[in-house]
């Protein structure tokens, strides 16, 4: 009875390393898609935008908004909502300090040139995809933002990829309009938003398949 115990226990800290590997990983991918300049990943666009014309880093806004929309999921569920996904606020806290780390870690590098722009856009984008592989594969809780597609899936009865879509197009609404009212221009909305919004999800399918041999070999 110990060892099988002890045997779970091994598989979730196992799972919870794997699952910050790949917080560590997405926060680099949005602090390179930062550096390009083109646009970051839809899901990132609204704390950039806000970091951009409030005190809050993008590390403390990403926070921000992952707390309201856990708020948000407890709202809309009510009593159908798992107590345990509150794990996605400690998850959040790790996120956002992760994020603003990986913009510090990379606060030497310069982007001098359009294609530069793109280079780094492209690696940004790639780390993105293959940290939700590796937060997919761990299977432990999920990021507010996903969390909130799930409710709003439950709640209202749509296909996930449907919830998705609106989602990250509202997510992408929203800064578009604050970095007009408040910056007088477009900020942190351009075509690398669109290329990470197209791209990440295929990435992250195509590194599904080996993480799932490892998980079933190590996890």
Known sequence: METELQN?????????????VGLVIMAFGVAFSIKGGLGTSPIS?????????????VGTATIAMHVTLI???????????????????PV????????????WALRGITCTSYPMAWLLCVVGILLVGVGVSFEVTAGVVTLAGEGMVLAVCKAFRVKFANAKVGFDVTLVVLATVLSFLFLGKLTGVREGTVAAAICVGLIAKQVNKPMKRFAQRYL
């Open 8 to 20: 779970k226990i091994r598989a979730y800290v196992k799972r919870y390393i794997l699952l910050c």
């Open 71 to 89: 708020v948000l999921q407890i709202l809309l569920l009510r009593r159908q909502y798992d107590p345990v996904q509150l794990i996605q606020l």
């Open 92 to 103: 959040a806290l790790v996120f956002g300090t992760l994020t603003d780390f990986s913009v």
């Open 45 to 57: 666009s609204l704390p950039y935008v806000l970091s951009q014309f409030t005190p809050l880093t």
